[in-house]
């Protein structure tokens, strides 16, 4: 079946310009996050959204990052006023749904390398 | 509050070698653990994860972790390395908190074998 896919795959911007970067989830999949993975560093959460919950967007870095999810399903984050920092691939990941969402495995996309020049 | 602590940034192992990758957590409530691997320009996938059942888990490729609550570790190990293991490996610690399950990932460790 068909995994998590996000694009586009690379996405070269100018300082200043809006993006939105696009995930498509496994279907059936209530859980989607958001991350961010630096050069060398780590994953970094940023958001997520659980079924018809609000998300928790605890992991945003400024207002500047905002995401929404359309019927439960297909995400768009946007980055405003993009920053040389914002700089990183961007991956999603969605799961199934649980009782116990903690032990469910996340199946993770190829990500959204952006460049901002 | 929960983070999670991988000791070594890279490892460099020979092929045919036992591999140690640690993992150090920390967490008020029992937590979920998993190990994740990312290939070079691959997506990442998941290896094992540990979810209060049997405290040696055991994954895929001849990987396999274990679980000790008294040393807040979840190291993994495997046997014998093959040059196809050679990967970015991510420890990651899940607990409920308000509501939400947000994993924490550790910072990786790159892994390198040597023929």
């Known amino acids: 079946g068909a995994g998590v896919s996000q694009s586009p795959s690379n996405k070269v911007t100018e300082k200043g310009k809006d993006v939105e970067l696009r995930c498509d989830p496994i279907s059936g999949h209530t859980a989607l996050y958001w991350y961010r993975q630096s050069l060398g560093q780590g994953l970094e959460f940023l958001i997520y959204?659980?079924?018809?919950?609000?998300?928790?967007k605890s992991g945003l870095p400024s207002d500047r990052f905002s995401a929404e999810r359309t019927g439960g399903s297909v995400s768009t984050l946007t980055i405003q006023r993009t920053q040389q920092e914002d700089s990183a691939v961007y991956l999603c990941?969605?799961?199934?749904?649980?009782?116990?969402?903690?032990?469910?495995?996340?199946?993770f996309g190829p990500g959204t390398r952006l460049t901002v020049l | 509050a929960q983070s999670v602590t991988q000791l070594d940034s890279h490892v460099s192992v020979s092929e045919g070698t036992p591999v140690l990758l640690r993992c150090n957590y920390s967490s008020s409530y029992s937590p979920s653990l998993f190990w994740y691997v990312q290939h070079p320009n691959k997506g990442l996938q998941l290896l094992l994860k540990?979810?209060?059942?049997?405290?040696l888990v055991k994954g895929i490729n001849g990987f396999e972790a274990e679980f000790k609550k008294s040393e807040t570790s979840f190291h993994l190990t495997k046997p014998s390395a093959h040059m196809s293991d050679a990967a970015e490996y991510f420890c990651v610690v899940s607990v409920l908190s308000g509501g939400s399950y947000i994993p924490t990932f550790g910072r990786g460790t790159s892994l390198i074998v040597h023929p």
């Open positions: 540990y979810t209060s059942a049997a405290t």
């Open positions: 990941a969605s799961s199934p749904p649980g009782l116990a969402g903690s032990t469910d495995t996340q199946y």
């Open positions: 959204f659980q079924g018809n919950s609000a998300p928790d």
